[in-house]
């Protein structure tokens, strides 16, 4: 399998910056879904980061609970609410999202999961899956078949191994997400030290990011970020290069101000905006 570094060069090449002329309405919209009792901070990471990645709209969709908070963390994300207090229970919506970010914070209460097979069974709209939405796949793979072509998967090292099963050494985890990608035409985002995304045949390898990273909601900044970048009509697979490589980026650009051990992931939001700007300078 060939491998490509995401270095700086490559990133460049497929850049989109902003043009004088846009507006919101052609900038994307994004919907992010998930959250439940006492896990709505991911999505709050999740949105906020989607908005600071160039979005021009990003709606929320989380069960009640979430509304308030979501709702005052950003007055520029709008809010749609489940029927269910707790936890997601139907995923309805009547806007047209250009991409969809799941997954993150969203439990897997059977009432969750019959959830999100309805909609996986109605959607056409290009997906990223998150968290507890790769754990529900992991235990009914046979869901795997509704996904749309080039669905990204971004799943963390326990997340791969309940979707794959174990292995014995790195070249035949990295050989098993092929085979499962190309059987299945997705992306894998495998997130570690460095992320790699495999796209069938190939292996890109992520060049920016450290130990910092290596906190809690980092994920979920990351799939606000690519989810962005796919609302803003990046192909799938320039998404999660250009996202990974930002996303590391921002811990390497903050390194020196915050050190290891006090940088979070809203760090990691706050630095986008240096991110973008190095690639412009």
Same mark, same amino acid.
Request: hydrophobic share 35%; net charge negative; proline share 5%.
């Given at each position: 399998m060939k491998t490509i570094l995401v270095t700086k060069e490559k990133i460049l090449e497929i850049y989109k910056p902003i043009f004088n002329e846009t507006h919101k309405g052609i900038q994307g919209h994004a919907l992010i879904i998930g959250g439940s009792y006492g896990k709505i901070g991911s999505i709050v990471l999740s949105t906020k980061a989607c908005l600071k990645s160039g979005c021009g709209l990003v709606t929320s969709f989380v069960p009640k609970?979430?509304?308030d908070i979501v709702q005052i963390s950003f007055p520029e994300a709008m809010v749609l609410t489940d029927a269910n207090k707790k936890y997601i229970s139907k995923i309805e919506f009547e806007i047209i999202p250009k991409a969809i970010g799941i997954g993150m914070g969203m439990g897997q209460e059977e009432i969750t999961q019959k959830a999100f097979y309805h909609f996986l069974k109605t959607n056409k709209t290009q997906l990223l899956i998150d968290a507890d939405g790769i754990n529900i796949l992991s235990a009914n793979k046979h869901w795997i078949s509704l996904l749309p072509k080039k669905t990204i998967l971004t799943p963390h090292f326990k997340e791969l191994e309940r979707l794959l099963g174990k292995w014995n050494s790195e070249e035949e985890k990295l050989e098993m997400v092929k085979d499962f990608s190309t059987k299945n035409n997705m992306i894998i985002v495998v997130k570690g030290a460095p992320t790699i995304i495999i796209d069938g045949q190939n292996s890109y390898k992520n060049t920016t990011g450290n130990a910092a990273l290596a906190t809690a909601g980092s994920g979920d900044v990351l799939s606000g970020i690519i989810t962005s970048l796919l609302a803003q009509s990046y192909e799938p697979i320039e998404a999660s290069k250009l996202g990974?490589? /930002?996303?590391?980026?921002?811990?390497? /650009?903050?390194?020196?101000?915050?050190?290891y051990q006090s940088f979070t992931a809203s760090a990691i939001i706050d630095y986008l905006g240096k991110a973008f700007l190095s690639l412009e300078n």
């Open positions: 609970c979430g509304y990974v490589y /930002l996303h590391g980026l921002t811990a390497d /650009l903050a390194l020196p101000e915050t050190g």
